[in-house]
């Protein structure tokens, strides 16, 4: 029975973990979609990027430390530019949703090509060497995973404070409320979202370079990682910063526990399952309100 | 329970044409707002139907619950349209979904022979006016892709069947010219009897319209009666037509009925316009503006104030009220409109079709208070728009003291001392009282504003919403020369509109515009 | 000449599966990311049976044609409550689905057909027979080209007797304002599950045109980035009419025979080329948004 336990914990604690993960990508493309509404595609290909800015700059320096900054920052900036020169003029322009789409997976496209152009399809690892792993009450965790849960509670926990005690996380809540009435306060609406954009590009690095310290990573992991975001965004509530977390949580949990009590080929059927019965069920996820007074055509 | 209570006028009451549609205990709440609470109704054939009530009662939510576009929470609704009776409970079960026969949707209710027209028009933009009327037809043979691809001579004699009845109808409308043109490129009372002609077409029998004369010059208004008339007298078609006050005096004569929905409920409410005839309410004068130094003129109008009224397009009317202390002559323009003109979508919204050559002009001076009163879709959002930079303007000027501001920004303009306040999107759901305060730079209001500093804005009251909204306008950050309200006053009650009032006087500087609807004597409020 | 018609036939399959798309992205609106998986489904389908069971081409065809119909339902049932963007995840979540099927449906013991080896997986399926036509085997691709012609024709004529019917109307109606095409009497719902079904049938079609030409097929087919240069091929090349997709699949079958001619390395030229597309997604929505020879804008 002890063992039957323990052996529930170290799956259900893998699953927070990975969970955690998918919160952190799940959160980026909130912080996109709530103030721009914008579909952000290209976040997969930010994703894409992270590690192999990290290994081009350590080639180079081999210092561990600047290399993951450098990575943050080149990712953040690219983000930043896909706002400035793509989705901010399409808005100026008052553009379609579906536009928005378009061209950001055109972007992505050519990032992620641009990648394998240089550095080919093959995976390969950020991780030296073999991974050491902690025991705590019964329980196994490895170097990398404990790596995720620390980067990422820190940086849910550091989005979370800005977001409520910060005036500039009162001006993102504001703009992601009401983007007509933050102008008219005489906020820049231009500046405001290229710094969701910002940090959104500085989110989905952490997260994609903590996961190649674990696991192999190639040009095309992006839109997988995305997707899992979007299905966490969904379930767990679109019209908030926190429903996305409490999905990529809820995720990362089942997956878990699916690849342990049935097999690892049925991750991605379980989860596209959970996505067709909240769209069909409950389309507003599990904290969401219906936004606006939509007229509901059923 | 209230009981159906329509007013026939001078017709006794046996007006029984038979039922159409009948209504039991309908009920309907946003979030915790209720808007249709236990409606009983009944609609009769024959029957021309005014729905009215003041804003934000919830016509439209009437309509689209009645026409299938919305779902009421519960009560009953029983359709007698097209012979076949059709009965929907509430809440509905949801296995009773699963028969994709028997669902409460729009083209369900157009199967029933209940249409509706929008007060947006939505014609199909790329689509020729034809074509808008033809698509209408319902059972064509073609729209089945089956018989479409393998029996093409099975549609193609129906199709021009329809054809014809669909150049017929435009050629009865006056729009025969115009079958081919796109229908976005027509103008506003040509697509509105378009719109009609398209609801009729799809076999309706009992129609729903949302506010047709909004936005109408005389003539227009004129078309569209004149079609609505014909498709009683040659059709037989029941209407229902939700209007705004100010048009309300055109229906005179017309309207069989009447349905005053206040309360949540339709039938009697206190005051003493609802007995009798139709003719109490039809003909007070919605056309005129209100001079009376009553309501919300007489709070803003100090003593020794000067009074001027200056009529403006399309039966609009600015009214200055020059403030004895503050006002410094017109020399000191604020804000200078010349010859503006704003398109929407393919319409022209300000300027143009009206006959007055070369667009909206007006000037408002330091020390004034504008107040811009003109009917329901006239535009007076659109062109606070403008204004303050939302929209982009057409052709045309708009100067803010001596500058044009062609090419700023909207955030820019606020900055330079434009602040505008906006008649229903101000609302920032999630964030407190006392941050949007914070926010617009204004903290110290708080103090005027507890005890609901802390609650967030989506729990608080429409009037509180409101009220919220017009003291955020005040701060250090915002303090401006040009104040623009967009019909601040509709949610709020007299005391609150005497702290609004006052608040908006005690501006010293700069000039201040606020954009009133015409008021009805059931709205208008006295102190 | 055998080059020739080996390009005219890879030409006509693009156009097919242009035309197929177009009905869904130009006349509905509606994006989709999952087109390729049902070209693999087509593909596969015909395989399975000309393969293993030894079905004709027309027959192993209209099973083809079945099978994408019936499987169109996991995309057009979802298309009742997913708007726009979210359509977009929806379709993204079908091909996901169908091809980590084509890709893990396999058991290397069992035989190729069988109810545990469907697809043998990351393998595909080869050797599958060349289709005979008037008793005559194709197998070189002069002799090709002409199934491959009629089946071109075959569906631009069924594509140009849908689209210039009234259902078609009703099509365009309902992407101009869903809300209003259902005022006046539209069952719109309906409609996008035709729609869906008849665009995804004909592009199984062209799916299965592809393997009995090429003789062998792997989930490759349904990868993402073959969808991705589907739904590319009809914005560039415009959506709406016939000219746009033809152009579109011009377009896209001379690049890399152009980059092939540059002697760029094979490995690349295929990235080299969805780059070249990911650029021009993303020059068309800002300056022309009806693509090259489109009717309809996407605004």
Known sequence: MDDLI???????????????????????FQLVYLPTRVFF??????????????????????????????????????????????????????????????????????????????????????????????QALGVVLTKSQLLIASVAVVALAAFVGMLQMTNLGLRLRALSANPTQFALYGYNVKRYRLFAFGLAGLLTAATSLVAAFDVDFNPHLGLPAMLLAVV?????????????????????????????????????????????????????GLLGGRSGLELRAI | MGRIDTHASGVSDECGGRVLIRTEALTKAFGGQVVLDGLDLVLRQGEIVLLHGENGSGKTTLLNVLTGCLEPDSGVIEYHVNGEPRKYVFPRPWWQDLNPFDHFTPEFAVHQGVGRTWQDIRLFGSQSLRDNIALAEPSHPGENPAVALFSPRRWTHYEAE???????????????????????????????????????????????????????????????????????????ITLVIVEHAVNQCHLHGFVTTLWRLSGGRIGQAQGSIQRGSPK???????????TERSGWLGLLVRDQSEVLLEPLCRGAVLTRVRRPKVFRGSSRPVLEIRHLIVRRGGRTVIGGDDGTQGGLSFVLYEGEIGILQAPNGWGKTTLVGAITGLLQASEGDIRFCGESLAGISTWSRVKRGIHALLSDSYVLPNLSAREVLRLAGNPEACTQFAPLAARKCSTLSGGEKQLLAIFSQKGPLICGALQIYDEPFSMLDTPALQKAARFIDSQETGAVLVTVPYSSNSEELHL | MSYVAHVLIYFEIYFVVALS????????????????????????????????????????????????????????????????????????????????????????????????????????????????????????????????????????????????????????AMRDDELAARSVG???????????????????????????????????????????????????????????????????????????????????????????????LVIIVHFRPQGLCGRYRLK
């Open chain 1, 6 to 28: 323990r052996r529930a914990m170290q799956v259900f604690l893998n699953g927070l973990i990975s969970g955690l993960a998918i919160a952190l990508m799940a959160l980026a």
């Open chain 1, 41 to 134: 595609v290209g976040i997969a290909g930010l994703y894409t990027v992270a590690p192999y800015a990290y290994l081009a700059i350590h080639t180079s320096c081999g210092n561990v430390i600047l290399s993951s900054i450098g990575s943050l920052l080149i990712v953040s900036l690219l983000a930043v530019l896909f706002e400035w020169i793509n989705h901010g003029p399409l808005f100026q322009k008052g553009a379609s949703d579906g536009a928005h789409l378009i061209s950001s997976l055109g972007m992505y496209i050519v990032v992620v090509e641009g990648v394998a152009i240089i550095w080919g399809n093959s995976s390969q690892t950020l991780r030296t060497g073999v991974d050491f792993t902690v």
């Open chain 1, 232 to 284: 966490a965004v969904i379930s767990g509530g679109r019209s908030s910063f926190v429903g996305p977390v409490l999905g990529g949580l809820l995720i990362g949990v089942l997956r878990a526990e699916v690849v342990w009590y049935v097999s690892s080929r049925w991750q991605d059927a379980v989860t596209f399952a959970v996505l067709a019965l909240f769209v069909v069920f409950r389309p507003q």
């Open chain 2, 162 to 236: 329809v054809d014809r009845k669909a150049r017929g109808m435009l050629a009865r409308l006056g729009l025969e010219e115009l079958r081919d043109s796109s229908a976005d490129r027509i103008s506003l009372g040509q697509a509105r009897r378009a719109a009609i002609a398209r609801a009729v077409a799809a076999g309706t029998r009992a129609l729903f319209l949302d506010e047709p004369l909004a936005g109408l010059d005389q003539t227009s208004i004129e078309s569209v009666l004149d079609l609505l008339r014909s498709l009683v007298s040659d059709f037989g």
């Open chain 2, 280 to 290: 109490n309410v039809l003909s007070s004068p919605g056309q005129e503006p209100s």
């Open chain 3, 21 to 172: 798309l177009n009905l869904v992205v130009g006349y509905c609106g509606m994006l989709t990311l999952a087109h390729a998986s049902y070209y693999a489904v087509g593909g596969y389908t015909y395989a399975l049976l000309s393969a293993v069971l030894g079905w004709t081409f027309v027959p192993a065809l209209v099973a083809a044609v079945l099978v994408g119909s019936v499987l169109s339902l996991a995309l057009s049932l979802p298309s009742w409550r997913l708007k726009g963007d979210f359509f977009v995840l929806g379709s993204l979540a079908v091909q996901a689905v169908l091809f980590g099927v084509f890709s893990n449906w396999s058991d290397g013991r069992a035989a190729l057909g069988s109810w545990r080896n469907l697809t043998n997986g990351p393998n595909g399926i080869s050797n599958i027979p060349k289709p005979e036509l008037f008793g005559r085997t194709l197998t070189e691709p002069v002799q090709f080209i002409w199934l491959a012609s009629a089946v071109a024709v075959l569906v631009a004529l069924i594509v140009w007797r849908l689209t210039s019917s009234p259902w078609a109307r009703v099509l365009v």
């Open chain 3, 186 to 280: 539209k069952n719109t719902r309906l409609a996008k599950v035709q729609v869906l079904a008849i665009s995804i049938a004909l592009v199984a079609i062209a799916g299965a045109t592809y393997a009995a030409y090429v003789g062998y097929i792997d989930p490759s087919a349904a990868s993402l980035d073959e969808s991705i240069l589907m739904l590319s091929m009809v914005l560039v090349g415009g959506a709406g009419n016939f000219r746009g997709p033809a152009v579109g699949a011009f377009t896209l079958v001379l690049i890399p025979e152009l980059l092939r001619f540059l002697r760029l390395p094979n490995a690349q030229v295929g990235s080299l080329r969805l780059a070249i597309y990911g650029l021009l």
